[in-house]
Structures are given as C-alpha cells and as structure tokens.
C-alpha cells in the first residue's frame, strides 16, 4: 500500500496536505480498500469551523457507510465537486483526484501532532 511521505495521517485513516494554512483532506488508500466500491460522498459542512475530530461528512460504499473525521480545527473552504459525479475517485485516486476537502486550518503546527506515513503504515499493518 502507498502512504505518501509529504502527507500526515489520522487513527481514523484520514491523510492531511498542508499548504500554508490550507489543508486538503482525503481518507487514505488503505481507507478505501477496507470500505470497497465507494458510491457516495457527502459533505455538506462548506463554510463551517469545525474542531478537530468533528465529523464532516460521510462515505458509502456498497457494504458500508462510515463518518469522516476532520483531523485539524478550521473552516471547510471547499468540497470537491468531482465527487458528486465520480465518487469511485476515491477508490482510483484517494491521495490526488480523490481529495475530498480543503480547511483554512486554525494553527498549522497542529499537523505535527498527527501521524507520519511510517507511523500510520505500522497502525495499519503494512
């Protein structure tokens, strides 16, 4: 499995890019692989300052629906609109075309406290 170095992950298999203060959000191959065929996204906090850990949004696949966890306070800036039409993007694509959203993150120091890519490979067994 890939757990690119440059990103930061969550217990709950979230991945973290950190741009500035803007960090896309994504859940991690590992994530999709475990839920199977995804069928759904939905994400309807846009625009709203959630802490870290809230819930803001959930994925369906066939045999499953789980919340989405957010891994930094901030504010949802924007949702990846491709998801509506492709939500398999996820399951091609979970670190690129698969993103999910972008937060304007509080503190971007808050991203050290997450996991490495080594870190979460050992949690996930591989």
Known sequence: MDFPKELRYTKDH???RLEGDIATIGITE???SELGDIVYVEIETAGQHLGAE?????VEAVKTVSDLF????GT???VNPELN???ELVNSDPYGEGWMIKV?????????????SDAY???VGS
């Open 14 to 16: 979230e991945w973290v």
């Open 30 to 32: 590992f994530a999709q």
């Open 54 to 58: 809230a819930v803001f949004g959930t």
């Open 70 to 73: 957010l891994p930094v306070t």
């Open 76 to 78: 949802i800036t924007e």
């Open 85 to 87: 039409n492709q939500p």
């Open 104 to 116: 304007k993150v509080d503190n971007p120091a808050d991203i050290e406290n997450l996991l490495t």
């Open 121 to 123: 490979a050992a949690q």
